[in-house]
């Protein structure tokens, strides 16, 4: 029997991977006019996408100059569309002990410079503002930054999408990019096609290593291709012919019956033990990111164990109030870990020939990727249409500082 020939499909620009960032990047290029602009993800749906499963905090409060610019440009936008995207301006309040005291005022200086406004509060002040902290004799103060805040990742990321519809980009979903090749017309993507309806088990087949069977192929020919594909990355890239220096990490976060005390009218609290919580519904949040937690598509929840392992008795340790938490339920998803947690975004390195100009990349976010989603987007869709970076000069996250040691290390990652 004669084989059937793929479906070809000619794009200008090609999006592998639509969560957040992909969302984002195919958004602005389709406003600033680019035509053919095409969104592929596995899962639109996003079941095992890191958009899906974070914690919505949006903050500026970095140490890295870029980040700072990449997060002050987001939550700005996010200001405009606030009602859309569940932002609200609730703040990031930062518990320091007399040693990490001096190096969150070292980064105030910066925060404040760039026109983030970050307040300073010693114990008493604490204490007055937030009454249920009372366990404070290990602090030196706390710094607050009102308009950092939380947003609704899942409305965010279909805001995205709409605003990139609107401007003619187009999404497809249930394609799983298998290979790709480089010729003189552009570069051949070629994808697995699934029927409508795909399982949670195919799902997590395909997104942690496994087989998830073959589907019709679809076959892209775009003039450039964007490599947004979040802890897959790494994979993406060795399809498209280059090297990712990042990796998947496990991160969980748990939902508690708070019980005693009213998280409502606070935003996100970071301990100095490294758990954050803030309130989620009537419940409370709660994440904490564990170093030693070895790299790989482990999407496994831990339960009641990591909560009264790791969460419960740092609350606790913190607040009397909080002796009769109770665990809910709670996740795991994935951080795209690049070597100095700081984001990968630019042209993709080591391209030669024919292929540069053609790949070109947004991820390894390293756990704020939410945060900094909307200015991600439109400082490469500015790279990609003007040449250069108009709106935040974004060169220090070019994946070449790994090999040319200008390493980015943010001092404040949770
Ligand atoms: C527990 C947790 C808490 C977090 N908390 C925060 C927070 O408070 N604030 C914040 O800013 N960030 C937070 N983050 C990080 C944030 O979620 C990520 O940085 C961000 O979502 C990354 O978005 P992305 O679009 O790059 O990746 P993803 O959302 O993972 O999207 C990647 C997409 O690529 C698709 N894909 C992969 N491989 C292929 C392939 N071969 N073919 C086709 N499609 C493919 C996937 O299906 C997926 O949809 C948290 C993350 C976790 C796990």
Redesign the pocket.
Known sequence: MPQSQPDIQRVDTLV???????SSVAMHLARMGVEGVRA????LE?T???????????RATFTQPVNIAMSKVSIEYFAQVAEEVGYRPCGYLWLHTPESLDRGLRARERQQAMGWQVDAWDVAELRRRVEFIDKVDDLAGALFAPRDGLVN?NTLKQHFRAEARKSGAQFDDR???RSAQSGPEGIRVV?DSFAPGVDEETKRAA?TGGSAGAGAQVVYLARRVVN?????AP??ARILGYRCPSQPVR???SIFDCRDVDLSPYGMIIDTSGVYFHPEATNGLS?FANRDEPPGFNFTYDGEAFFQERIWPALYERSSRFERLRHLTGWA????VSPDESAILGEAPGLSGQDQGRIFEA?S?S???????YAAGLALAEKMVSGRYLTIDARPLDCTRFDGGQLLHEGLVI
């Open positions: 592998i991977g639509a969560g957040l960032i992909g592929i993800d596995f899962d996003g095992l996408s890191s958009s899906e499963l974070n914690a919505g905090g949006v990742p394609r799983l990019v994808c997104l947004c594909a979040g802890p897959w994979e993406v991160r969980q976060v994440g998803g994935l951080y795209e991820h976010f756990g704020h990727g939410a945060m900094h989603s």
